[in-house]
């Protein structure tokens, strides 16, 4: 390939939609390849460095994390076939995705039946008077609430 076709890490920052920075950081984690050096010690990369981060990127998105790439991608660079292994994070993502939403529903009911609790409160109680919506939490203690509150979906946390 010819000097010419090879790309700073700006240039693959900027065709890939991310940070120099994160061309750099994946570069250290094995994401993509180690880049040609100039004789300045500037990176070179080859354009298909972009494809790759855009995969990394999308990989990303889905769940895989960084340390997942790494070795799927050091496999296939050594020429053997990652396949069923991505193919099982996938179905782990899935089936924490699944556990998250039966989670989330869970949570929906019983906010739902908190509101309703609260709501009929409220009605009862004056205006510009306290209903101490927040100390019923203390003694009405839904199992579905309390269970999807200790939750790390709840939470916004990964399991």
């Keep these: 390939m010819s000097a010419a076709a090879l790309m ?3 240039q693959v920052a900027a ?5 120099a920075d ?6 250290r984690r094995g994401l993509i390849p180690r ?31 960084l340390t997942d790439l790494a070795a799927v991608f050091r496999e296939r660079d050594r020429g053997a076939a990652p396949c069923r292994r991505v193919r099982n994070i ?10 998250e939403i039966e989670t ?16 009929a409160r409220l009605c009862a109680t004056p205006v510009n008077t306290q209903a101490h919506l927040l100390d019923s939490l203390a003694t009405v203690n839904p199992p579905a609430v309390a269970r999807a509150a200790r939750s790390k979906v709840a939470r916004g946390g990964r399991r």
């Excluded at 994160?22 to 570069?27: G, N």
């Excluded at 990369?45 to 999308?58: F, K």
């Excluded at 996938?90 to 556990?99: G, I, Q």
Aim: charged residues 30%; proline residues 4%.
């Design 104 to 119: 989330l529903v869970k949570l929906k009911a019983a906010l739902g039946a908190l509101l309703e609790e609260w709501d």
């Design 22 to 27: 994160t061309i750099r950081h994946y570069e």
């Design 35 to 65: 880049a040609a050096r100039t004789q300045a010690g500037y990176r070179r990369y080859p354009p298909d460095t972009v494809t790759r981060v855009a995969i990394v990127r999308r990989a990303l998105s889905i769940g895989f994390s």
């Design 90 to 99: 996938v179905a782990e993502r899935l089936a924490r995705v699944d556990d």
């Design 15 to 19: 065709a890939a939609g991310v940070s």
């Design 8 to 10: 700073g890490p700006r």
